[in-house]
């Protein structure tokens, strides 16, 4: 029954992965956090930290999700679940895009697709946030790395996650 769980949540996660997995974030936090208490927020906060360090796409993070839910089997249906639909779908789509790359709908859709990804990513951003900022501390971490980002030097993210993770572990203990 689990794994028949795991399968639906994320292939319905895969399905509204419109924009990137930062988009599905509150959802995926919301179904396996809340709904089927597969994880704490703590926990779940901690895997995506993982995703975002290790090297590939950052949604592989669903196999550790699989994984710690039931085993190298909830890891391979999560990673297919989430994996094969968004697949087939970009498949299709890139197929029948093509076929009218010449009509006013195509850009029209395309225009009208940007805000929503745009608010999409930034809901996956807030609820990211609110397991990770806790207190003045964090507050001050998250700061400084949107400052380095922002308005600083081009820098691999990673080496911000890692300086980011030493600071807490050193200014929470």
């Known amino acids: 029954m689990v794994l028949l769980?795991?399968?639906?949540?994320?292939?319905?996660?895969?399905?509204l992965a419109v924009g990137?997995?930062?988009?599905?974030?509150?959802?995926?936090?919301?179904?396996?956090?809340?709904q089927f208490g597969w994880l704490t927020p703590d926990q779940f906060r901690d895997i995506y930290s993982l995703?975002?360090?290790?090297?590939?796409?950052n949604m592989l993070m669903v196999s550790v999700i699989g994984y710690h839910v039931h085993g190298y089997a909830g890891a391979l249906l999560a990673f297919v679940g989430f994996f094969l639909p968004c697949s087939l779908i970009t498949l299709a789509t890139t197929r029948i895009?093509?076929?009218?790359?010449?009509?006013?709908?195509?850009?029209?859709?395309q225009r009208g697709m940007a805000p929503v990804v745009v608010g999409l990513m930034?809901?996956?951003?807030?609820?990211?946030a609110h397991t990770a900022i806790i207190n003045w501390i964090t507050v001050l971490?998250?700061?400084a790395v949107f400052a380095v980002l922002y308005y600083g030097r081009?820098?691999?993210?990673?080496?911000?996650?890692?300086?980011?993770?030493?600071?807490?572990?050193i200014l929470l203990r």
């Open 20 to 34: 990137g997995g930062t988009a599905i974030l509150p959802e995926m936090k919301a179904l396996t956090v809340t």
């Open 154 to 169: 081009k820098m691999n993210p990673a080496i911000l996650i890692l300086v980011g993770g030493v600071a807490g572990f």
């Open 122 to 128: 930034g809901a996956g951003i807030v609820a990211i």
């Open 97 to 109: 895009w093509d076929y009218f790359k010449d009509s006013p709908w195509r850009l029209a859709v």
């Open 5 to 15: 769980q795991l399968l639906g949540v994320f292939a319905l996660l895969s399905v």
């Open 51 to 57: 995703g975002q360090l290790a090297p590939g796409p």
């Open 141 to 143: 971490i998250a700061a």
